[in-house]
């Protein structure tokens, strides 16, 4: 699903116009993200919670020379999944 997608599902399950939407999903993005910059943890409760992860840094290879390269310490955003979430993708055993 690309974000246009995600703001025409939103509009129909919301009655809202497009363009109300795109603010609406444009100022959650703006939300987590500025959240995330400030190192907060975002959790929405049954859905998951974003947060941010530090990685040490490392010795890594190219790929293409296969010569040994330096990868600096880097925080990531990282998505860990709700149980709600988690039990709705969950495929049924038969």
Do not use: C, H, W, Y
């Not at 703006?30 to 409760?45: E, F, M, Q």
């Not at 859905?47 to 890594?60: C, D, H, P, Q």
């Not at 010569?67 to 709700?82: D, L, M, T």
């Amino acid at each position: 699903m690309t974000k246009a997608e995600l703001v025409e599902a939103v509009a129909k399950s919301a009655n809202l116009t497009k363009a109300a939407a795109e603010k609406a999903v444009g100022a959650f993005i703006s939300s987590v993200s500025g959240a995330l910059k400030k190192g907060d943890r975002v959790t929405l409760v049954g859905f998951g919670t974003f947060e941010v992860a530090s990685r040490k840094a490392r010795t890594g290879r190219n790929p293409q020379t296969g010569k040994e390269i330096k990868i600096a310490a880097a925080n990531v955003p990282k998505f860990r999944p709700g149980k709600a979430l988690k039990d709705t993708v969950a495929k049924k055993k038969k």
